[in-house]
Structures are given as structure tokens and as C-alpha cells.
């Protein structure tokens, strides 16, 4: 689908029409919360609302796996030519395409290579997606949209280890990149009002000691729907899309359409 290794950039730009298509970075926390099953859900859950959704995994290649998806290819192999999209992309059950991304999207970024280059060719694909969940760690993600976004989205969990992962990895991007903005979601929270204790915390560190600002978009219980979605290597629309787990995650989903995240289509990128 991409034309050669030779001239990435200039055939994307031609192949591809202007359609618009959201980005929305997760950043990996090594440890801190349900990242994976997060990622997972809030795919699903983007699908649920008919968001056309692509997961982006470039950390560790673990999504595809756990759906019980063969992954032969990565991101690169479609950048480099040597195959079709429809050979990368993966159709989960739960109506959104993962694609395994490790190589690719750390040679994007060791490359400099413009984010408006990779992100907006996905809005024309023949799936013609229109939100890609860019799932990765900091190092890899944030240097390639730096020039598009100012804060991220980070997976925390409630306990005190996890609060100061947490904690430790908004120190260090705003440190290393400037970032002054971060969105929190708890996943896998013991309860709503341990989730909100943690984000006090975090939010009055976060605000006293690094002038910051940690915004609150949602909190998703621990319960016996995440463990058996877990299990069966699906989300949880599939186990049981009346439970909680289920609302909250559409909840979190519906709300990112109005975060303001970075929009790319044609032969510029805005935030919206």
C-alpha cells in the first residue's frame, strides 16, 4: 500500500485523500494500572460509538496476542513496502483493527520522520479509519507528536506503588519534554473513592511541585467482567455490554471525542 522505502513520504501524500483522523497517545507506564486491558477496552469502546479505530501497538506487541490475533507483520513492513495494509492490520471481534507497531513506530521516530506523514494517510485507507489509538511508551510517542499535542493520556491504577509510578513518569516528561497537561484515567480502581483519593494526590503533587495540570477523565472498577474479558481474549462489550465496566469505559470513550487531540488530514495537523 505504501509505495517504497525510497519515497515514504511523497507517496503518502499522494495515495491518500484528505480525511480527517484523530490521535490520541496512550503512554505505557511500566507497572501502573491496567494498560493493556485499557487500551483494549477504550478501542472497543471508540467502535461502540462508531468510531472507525485503529490500535497503534507499539508496546511490546502485546495487544494482538492477548485478542488471540496471529501477527506476522509490524508497522515497518507496510512503511518499507514489503506488504499490504490488510496484511498488518488486524480485525478484532470487537469491531476495531489492531496493528502491531514496535519496529515501525520506534523507526518513525529515530528517523524524525513528520507525524503528519504516518497519522493523516491513515484517515484513507481502505478502512477509512478515523481515530488511532497511538499506545507507546514516552520515549518513542511523544518526541513523534511534539509538535501536535501538549498533553497525553496516562493508565493509572490506585494503589500508593502505582500513585508514584504515576507520579515519577509525569515528572519525567514534563522534565524531558515540556508536557503541561496530563489526562488521567484509573483502571481497574479498587473503588470511585479510591480513585478519587489517588488523583488528589496526584493532581496536588503534580500542581505544587511541577506546575502541572493532572485533569480526571474517568475511572473503570475492578470487577469479575474485566477478569473474564481478560480471559476469553476479548473486551468487555463481548462478555457482558450492560455491566459496568462496559458503561464506564463508553463513558471514558464518549468524552474523548471533545479532548483536544491532535487532527491530522492532508498536508497539515491541528488540535482539536
Known amino acids: 500500500m505504501f509505495e517504497s522505502k525510497h ?17 490520541l497517545p496512550l503512554i505505557s507506564i511500566e507497572g501502573s494500572g491496567d494498560q493493556l486491558g485499557f487500551v483494549v477496552n477504550m478501542a472497543a469502546a471508540l467502535a461502540q460509538l462508531g468510531q472507525r479505530t485503529l490500535l497503534l501497538d507499539a508496546e511490546r506487541g502485546q495487544v494482538a496476542p492477548m485478542l488471540g490475533l496471529r501477527a506476522r507483520y509490524d508497522l515497518i513492513h507496510l512503511l518499507s513496502g514489503d506488504c499490504q495494509f490488510e496484511q498488518v492490520a488486524l480485525p478484532a471481534r470487537d469491531g476495531f483493527w489492531v496493528m502491531p507497531a514496535v519496529r515501525g513506530l520506534a523507526d518513525v521516530a529515530r528517523r524524525n520522520a513528520p507525524a503528519q506523514d504516518l497519522f493523516a494517510g491513515f484517515g484513507s485507507l481502505p478502512e477509512s479509519f478515523d481515530t488511532v489509538l497511538a499506545y507507546a511508551p514516552a520515549p518513542v510517542l511523544v518526541p513523534l507528536l511534539g509538535g501536535c499535542t501538549q498533553d497525553v493520556t496516562l493508565i493509572c491504577g490506585t494503589e500508593a506503588w502505582q500513585v508514584a509510578q504515576t507520579y515519577g513518569q509525569i515528572k519525567a516528561l514534563h522534565a524531558s519534554y515540556g508536557i503541561r497537561r496530563f489526562r488521567l484515567v484509573y483502571c481497574r480502581a479498587t473503588s470511585p473513592a479510591a480513585a478519587a483519593t489517588a488523583h488528589e494526590r496526584l493532581a496536588s503533587a503534580s500542581d505544587r511541585f511541577l506546575g502541572v495540570d493532572v485533569v480526571f477523565c474517568g475511572v473503570v472498577e475492578d470487577g469479575r467482567e474485566l477478569a473474564a474479558a481478560e480471559r476469553s481474549g476479548t473486551s468487555v462489550f463481548s462478555v457482558s455490554a450492560d455491566s459496568d465496566a462496559a458503561r464506564a469505559f463508553k463513558r471514558i470513550a464518549t468524552l474523548s471525542l471533545d479532548w483536544p487531540l491532535p487532527v491530522f488530514a492532508g498536508q497539515a495537523a491541528s488540535v482539536h
Open 7 to 23: 519515497d515514504q513520504a511523497a507517496g503518502l501524500r499522494r495515495l491518500f485523500a484528505q480525511r480527517n483522523v484523530r490521535v
